[in-house]
Each structure stands twice: as C-alpha cells, then as structure tokens.
C-alpha cells in the first residue's frame, strides 16, 4: 500500500467523530405524557428518543409506539441492552455491522452515555472521508500496479478511448509548463484506471477472479458512483433504508479486500 495499509484506514475513523452528542438529542422524562412527544418526534422527522429518569437515560422510545395512546412515557420505555450500545472508540468498519442490527446505537465513553449514532450519521464529513480515504488508496494502488505492468506506458494509454488519450496529454502538456514531472498513468484519474485494469487480464487478476464484466459490474461502476457520492455533498451517502446500509458494508468489504489482494 502507498497511502496506507487498509487495516489503517478501517481504524482511523471513529464511532465519536460521526456521533450527535446526547447534549443535542431530544430527550425526555418518564413522566411526559406519550401525545406530546409522539407530536414532537412527528414535527422533527425523529423515530425515536431516549427517556430519562433522574437525569440519567434509562431507555428509549419508538414513536409508532406512542401513536394514538395516552399516558405517560414510562408504560412505553423500551430498555437498553447490549445490542443498542456501542463504544466511541469502535473504528467506523465495525460500526457499519453494528447499525445493521440495530437502527440507531447509544455510544458510550467508560460508564456514560455520550451520544447517538445512526445511518444518517455516515453522511457526515468522517463517514465520507474515511470512504474517500479507501477509494484514494485504491486509486494509487491500481497506478502503481499499471506502471508495474506497463513499463511502456504507451501500451496502457491506447487502450483508453481516444477523447481520453487526448485529455490526459493534454494534462501531461500543461504539467511540463508547470515544470510538473508526470508521467502518463499519473495523468489518469480513477476512472481511467478502472478502464485500463478492466482491459488487461493480468492485471484484473492481480485483484481476483475478475473477468472484464464482473470487474465492470462489480467494481468500476460501484465505486465509480461511490466517489461521486463521497466528493459531492449534494448527494446523500447513505439513508435509514436498510438496502442503503447494505451498500456501504458491501463497498467497505470490496475495497478493503481490493486493497490487500
């Protein structure tokens, strides 16, 4: 790896740094009547809320629970257990799992409860770096591996389109200006790499059993749509859908194992 061992990158982020601190969640008392809060999840767009008694959390609420029923939170109060806790100190790659058994976790630093985290939370900036760190890597590793493959570089730019072949000697041209030393596959971005490793056998079996097609399918055309999701903020990484979450952890397990093929 030049950027980094994958194993590195899965621990560099954090459950703390995409957590909402509890100091910025919408708690409530046992005693608050059930209407009022399943009003106020409503008016937020919240499905649920920690309870509180004493001032410490003791469990949660679900706001299809309180829907249409009278009394107080404590008759609603689902309790904590271990499947809805998680440390702050868990790297994001093990969190990924976490979420999917769970919507939402409780994250705890020693013996107190610090803070929430759910999917929605992976589309902060430390969900999306730590996927723009794997995607990164990926993208030196397959330079590399196409020089090493290619010691005539020539050979792996004629295999591009030839609107491709122009653009990156055009960049190699202004670079020489600049007084920038490049070399070709150094002027490929991303996708030009994908395109070079999906047209060299050797190279597509570097990475795995890939035939052209499958590296298409399963890897250019998904991470290629990942990087857009990572750099444009307009567009959302992940939501509460489940089928969202599933796409992330398969992302994470394929670069992962791209990078230490």
């Known amino acids: 790896m030049i950027l980094a061992h994958s194993d590195d990158i899965a621990t560099a982020i954090r459950t703390r740094h995409?957590?909402?601190?509890?100091?910025?969640?919408?708690?409530?008392?046992?005693?608050?009547?059930?209407p009022d809060v399943a009003q106020a999840l409503t008016e937020h767009g919240f499905d649920f809320a920690p309870v509180t008694r004493d001032g410490e959390i003791c469990g949660y609420v679900h706001r299809?629970?309180?829907?249409?029923?009278?009394?107080?939170?404590?008759?609603?109060?689902?309790?904590?257990?271990?499947?809805?806790?998680?440390?702050g100190d868990t790297?994001?790659?093990?969190?990924?799992?976490?979420?999917?058994?769970?919507?939402?976790?409780?994250?705890?630093?020693?013996?107190?409860i610090?803070?929430?985290?759910?999917?929605?939370?992976l589309n902060k900036q430390p969900g999306r770096t730590y996927f723009y760190l794997l995607v990164s890597a990926l993208e030196l590793e397959l330079a590399e591996r196409t020089r090493g493959h290619f010691p005539d570089q020539e050979k792996a730019l004629a295999l591009l389109p030839q609107t491709r072949q122009q653009r990156i000697r055009d960049r190699l041209d202004t670079e020489a200006r600049d007084d920038v030393?490049?070399?070709?596959?150094?002027?490929?971005?991303?996708?030009?790499?994908?395109?070079v490793v999906k047209k060299t056998e050797a190279l597509r079996g570097a990475f795995g059993t890939y035939s052209a097609g499958r590296w298409e399918s399963e890897?250019?055309?998904?991470?290629?749509?990942?990087?857009?999701?990572?750099?444009?903020?307009?567009?959302?990484?992940?939501?509460?859908?489940?089928?969202?979450?599933?796409?992330?952890?398969?992302?994470?397990?394929?670069?992962?194992?791209?990078?230490?093929?």
């Open 181 to 195: 030393v490049a070399d070709i596959v150094a002027a490929m971005d991303f996708t030009d790499l994908l395109k």
């Open 64 to 87: 299809a629970d309180l829907l249409d029923r009278d009394g107080a939170l404590s008759a609603y109060i689902r309790p904590l257990t271990a499947t809805r806790v998680i440390a």
């Open 91 to 112: 790297p994001l790659a093990t969190l990924l799992s976490a979420l999917r058994r769970a919507e939402f976790l409780f994250v705890v630093d020693g013996h107190d």
């Open 219 to 261: 890897v250019s055309a998904p991470l290629i749509d990942l990087r857009h999701d990572i750099m444009h903020a307009v567009r959302t990484l992940a939501t509460d859908a489940p089928s969202s979450l599933r796409r992330l952890i398969s992302l994470d397990e394929r670069l992962r194992s791209l990078l230490t093929a």
């Open 18 to 34: 995409l957590q909402t601190p509890i100091a910025r969640v919408l708690c409530y008392g046992v005693d608050t009547p059930a």
């Open 114 to 121: 610090v803070g929430i985290v759910s999917p929605a939370d």
